[in-house]
């Protein structure tokens, strides 16, 4: 009878050839055999199933954080399109945790995700939580992930859309367990604060530590002394590069080539004083911790960073 059942007369061959168990007792570990890996294969098509629905969904669930949906179609050309809607930018190296970032503002689920390659955007209604978990404020906003990839598509339109007014905010993103991350992050800042049409805007500037969930992360403090330490190795080192322009700069304009007009401003001041975001940093720096992953707790729900959120919605 075992026999009819597809695949067991060859299994039960094969097992017969390497176990010498006999015809009767080789068709009956056959069918066992068949019967897990037909479960397995259920099992993964079902895992993959449900982990594609849970990645296309957007918008369910309760609690702060609903997206009308993420799209990645001409991401780009939009987010550095004019709108009115109030916008907050997402820079960073690439696996700083920005699309996680993305996700959890504005759907409030956690799918796997890779580095991305393409400007993404998606809506959110952030509600801001006081220290007793009471609603203290709220805001509709357009988050716009800027991939960290210097090859990704849609970075030459970064400039444009920092400059616009539906702008209110930028997060600068670095893994605060990476020290690689947080340089790249510092870099990222420099050109931000060396940016005079950036500059000029006044928007506020946030750097966001992700993973604080794992074992030995910067807290706040502590990724504000590396950053301001990356920025003070880079103002040095620009320094003398300065230095050796303007003496080529000079040159060519008693030569008649005259000198070109640059969007660029110095890093900090020259002084023999240590970087200092409070002191020589053009514009509002913040520091932030958080978490993206189901951990419970202010650093999972990235309280602090929702309260700013919503404060520059409203400025």
């Known amino acids: 009878m075992l026999d009819t059942i597809p695949g067991v007369p060859l299994v039960a061959s094969l097992v017969d050839d390497v176990l ?15 019967l897990l890996a037909t479960l397995a294969l ?61 996700h959890r503002l504005c759907t ?25 978990g009471e609603e203290t404020g709220s805001a509709d906003l357009r988050v716009v992930d800027v991939p960290g990839h210097p090859r990704a598509a849609g970075r030459d339109a ?34 931000l604060l060396t940016s005079s049409s950036f500059v000029e805007t006044a928007k506020p500037v946030m750097v966001v530590g992700t993973r604080a969930e794992v074992r030995g992360s910067m807290g706040p403090a502590e990724l504000r002394r590396a950053v ?16 050796a322009s303007a003496e080529e700069e000079a040159a060519a304009t008693e030569a008649g080539g005259g000198a070109a007009g640059s969007d660029r401003l110095a890093l900090g001041r020259l ?9 020589d940093a053009p514009v509002d720096v913040q520091f932030d911790v958080v978490s993206c992953s189901d951990e419970v707790g202010p650093r999972a729900g990235q309280h602090s960073l929702r309260r700013w959120l919503v404060g520059a919605a409203a400025a």
């Open 108 to 132: 409030g689920n956690l799918p796997r995700t890779v580095s991305s390659l393409q400007v993404s955007r998606a809506s959110a209604s952030i509600a801001a939580l006081g220290s007793d």
């Open 42 to 102: 259920a099992a993964v098509v079902a895992v993959t199933v449900l982990d594609d629905g849970a990645s296309s969904k957007s918008g369910t669930g309760a609690g702060p954080g609903k997206s009308s949906g993420l799209s990645s179609a001409d991401a780009a050309a939009d987010a550095a399109s004019a709108s009115t809607e109030p916008t907050v930018v997402l820079i960073g190296p690439s696996g700083a945790g920005k699309t996680a970032l993305l």
């Open 228 to 243: 301001e330490a990356e920025l003070d190795n880079l103002r040095r080192s620009q320094s003398a590069l300065g230095a």
């Open 271 to 279: 002084t023999g004083e240590a970087f200092s975001l409070d002191r």
């Open 20 to 34: 010498g168990t006999g015809d009767a007792l080789s068709r009956v570990i056959a069918l066992m055999l068949i």
């Open 158 to 191: 970064v400039p444009a859309l920092l400059r616009s007014p539906a702008v209110r905010a930028v997060l600068v993103l670095v893994d605060a367990t990476s020290k690689p991350s947080v340089r790249e992050g510092a870099a990222a800042l420099a050109e």
